[in-house]
């Protein structure tokens, strides 16, 4: 039934204020949508910063089925997220399991701007994408073997002497000496118990000898160059009894975890020829500026933090980060930032659902997994969760296990959900919250990607039409909630514009100034190049380095070795192939199944426009022709795909399907097993999409009350 505003944020600020009282901040929920192709990236400061200051730690982004990878697990090896590739000025550009033809329209214009400039394409996909058509070198890897694939090109470049010598010595931790008994970096005071520092230690082949080095100065490359890279050393360790201790540098541990990994191996494993891994190699050697990014091709399976891993790990062998046609590192615009990082307390963040498990994985900055979020509802584990406030989620279609998601949103005491249109997630909810688009409402934008000049760039997008009925901009949800959540100190007295105003003073700015610039003024960054080897202000001589425990770009990671985790990148079968071997389910499940994003729509969203659905109004499967001939299965037909999780109805789709005579035709309609339940996925959202050019309900444009409310 349609309430009023006032009705639904009162009731949700105290369904939330009630929880946290009785049960903890903790036992509310919050799931936020990626920032990433929605409307949420004008809010996503402002909401973290509400989540944070109300002291839950339990954040589902969906953060372990998109951006893991690159922009954290790839700070275990160079101690930041994956920066911005500048394809326009390399000499080679690398696109692992990433195709912004599709997905990315301004890199798909820097990508040809460099291939006109002479740059040469390398494109690890299993798909013949748009780009792999005109790529120099294709590795059509098998869906979740990437990480077998980089550690075969590490090898390769290791043999073959194509790394950048000078880059591995001065700035990555490669020569630093590694204890074979515990796994261990060789300290100073392992050695010199009396030593008042306890630096890193190394071996001077020269003098033949150990000696230590500090983290935040660089080596001159003449004295780097001595440093032993390869082989066992034996030490004298210091004790009551002095132990003599095998000890191995960084790069040899390295070298050994690659090794497995030759031209044949790496082709059972992966499909990739040996020709096309050797042609891939001589592109990525030293000298030569590349620009990399890498994205759902690795995000989207089990082993996805160690393939990262080995994919950094062989970016680090080019010494191309941070460089002009690399990957740059830019800094700024220097605002001041309001996301509120920092605000929950040590021992807050320590209730993190899942943090038990994966203690420097994503509960370690307070997101959780949705899997986990749903148990914490269903079965209370590790306790319960109470309540939801959703910004934009859609779990049902973008996460797995339909059944479960579906379940925890039915089992939740309380449920509030803000977007756009009613979607299958938002029906569950007591309250609805109706937002508007981007063009309804005010946002800032502190710096885009792809250049030095749009970097700069800080604009203020005005808005463009009236909201649309009663809607509302996710900020002014936010600070309204957080008004009656007795926040409004943190939320400046719940004006918005005074917020924005706070964010743009350190650069000399207001919001007015914005207003009277619709174009955007641009401000200082720092854009130069090799950042890592500037010195500090306070003329120690100390330098900026990377930011891991050794100061350096981590082929071996301490931090993962004392979490249990491999240190140096380590190829795993991803889940569904470690089930099968060890299940011997093979015969039942022989094939791979992959994923790639409709041209027509934006993660789940857009399902609802009519113009859309019109030309792309059925889930497609795409199969190959080889498959479709042996299963009888022709354009168009109605296929049911099943894994070990469940199964879900398909359309056929391959442009070079011919008929095959003979062969028994597949059912041309849509499979409808009463037995499969919920188990088996219904069309695209799930059980509630109409037929090809049917209309979708219109978007309600109000607050709405789905359920009736629970009895005081």
């Excluded at 071996?203 to 001159?220: A, T």
């Amino acid at each position: 039934m349609r309430i009023t505003w006032e009705e639904a944020l009162t009731e949700t600020a105290e369904k939330l204020a009630r929880a946290k009282a009785e049960s903890g901040a903790e036992s509310v929920a919050f799931s936020v949508t990626t920032p990433s192709g929605t409307p949420l990236s004008d809010s996503i400061d402002w909401i973290e910063r509400f989540i944070r200051h109300f002291g839950s730690p339990n954040s589902c982004s969906g953060t372990e089925i998109c951006n893991w990878h690159k922009d954290f697990a790839h700070a275990f090896t160079f101690g930041s997220g994956m920066p911005s590739a500048d394809y326009a000025n390399a000499d080679t550009i690398l696109l692992w399991g990433h195709n912004p033809s599709n997905t990315w329209l301004a890199q798909a214009n820097a990508i040809a701007n460099g291939r006109d400039k002479g740059a040469k394409l390398v494109v690890v996909d299993p798909r013949p994408t748009a780009l792999v058509k005109q790529a120099d070198v294709w590795l059509p890897v098998r869906p979740g073997t990437d990480g077998a694939l980089a550690l075969g090109l590490v090898r390769l470049m290791l043999l073959e002497g194509v790394y950048y010598n000078q880059f591995l010595r001065t700035w990555t931790n490669a020569p630093l000496l590694v204890r074979q008994d515990t796994g261990l970096f060789l300290r100073e005071q392992m050695l010199w118990p009396d030593a008042s520092l306890n630096r890193y230690v190394v071996w001077d082949e020269k003098h033949n000898m150990p000696f230590p080095i500090e983290g935040d100065r660089v080596l001159p490359f003449e004295q780097s160059a001595t440093l032993r890279l390869r082989g066992d050393v034996d030490v004298i360790v210091a004790g009551k009894a002095p132990t003599r201790v095998v000890c191995t540098p960084a790069l040899e541990l390295l070298a050994r975890a690659a090794a497995p990994y030759g031209p044949g191996h790496v082709e059972h494993i992966t499909g990739v020829a040996p020709a096309c891994l050797t042609a891939a190699s001589k592109l990525m050697g030293a000298g030569r500026r590349i620009a990399y990014h890498a994205w759902t091709g690795i995000s989207q399976h089990s082993n996805s933090t160690q393939t990262e891993r080995a994919v950094a790990s062989l970016y680090a062998l080019s010494g191309s980060y941070d460089l002009v046609g690399g990957n740059r590192v830019r800094r700024g615009p220097f605002y001041r930032p309001v996301d509120g990082l920092g605000a929950l307390s040590p021992s807050q963040l320590s209730k993190a659902l899942g943090a038990d498990k994966r203690p420097i994985g994503p509960p370690a900055m307070g997101w959780v997994t949705a899997r986990d979020m749903y148990l914490a509802v269903t079965e209370a584990k590790p306790y319960p969760i109470r309540v939801l406030v959703a910004f934009g989620t859609n779990l049902p279609l973008s996460q797995a296990d339909s059944a479960l998601a579906e379940e925890a949103l039915k089992r939740l005491e309380f449920y509030a959900h803000c977007d756009l249109f009613e979607t299958p997630a938002a029906r569950f909810a007591d309250i609805f919250l109706p937002v508007n688009t981007p063009w309804e409402h005010e946002g800032i934008r502190f710096g885009f990607e792809i250049s030095d000049e749009a970097a700069s760039l800080v604009q203020l997008r005005q808005r463009v039409v009236e909201p649309r009925g009663e809607s509302r901009a996710d900020n002014d949800v936010v600070f309204d909630l957080a008004c009656r959540l007795g926040m409004k100190d943190e939320f400046f007295g719940g004006n918005l514009e005074a917020g924005w105003n706070y964010m743009l003073e350190p650069l000399g700015l207001s919001l007015a100034d914005l207003r009277a610039n619709p174009r955007g003024i641009k401000c200082e960054i720092d854009s130069q190049e090799r950042k890592y080897q500037l010195p500090h202000h306070d003329g120690s001589g100390r330098i900026r380095g990377f930011d891991t425990e050794t100061r350096r770009v981590e082929l071996y990671s301490e931090l993962l070795h004392r979490n249990g985790q491999p240190a140096v990148p380590t190829f795993y079968l991803p889940a569904e192939d470690e089930f099968i071997r060890r299940n011997g389910t093979a015969k039942r499940f022989p094939l791979v199944l992959s994923s790639a994003k409709s041209g027509y729509y934006c993660h789940s969203q857009h399902r609802g426009l009519v113009s859309l659905r019109r030309r792309a109004p059925e889930p497609i499967a795409e199969i190959g022709q080889g498959l479709a001939r042996n299963r009888g299965i022709h354009e168009g037909d109605w296929i049911q795909i099943s894994t070990r999780n469940g199964a879900a109805r398909f359309v056929a789709r391959s442009g070079r399907i011919r008929l095959v005579a003979g062969l028994p035709r597949a059912r041309p309609h849509p499979p409808s097993d009463p037995r499969a339940g919920k188990q088996q996925r219904e069309q695209p959202d799930l059980g509630r999409c109409r037929r090809s050019g049917e209309r979708l309900d219109p978007a309600p444009l109000v607050p709405l009350q789905h359920r009736a409310r629970s009895a005081d």
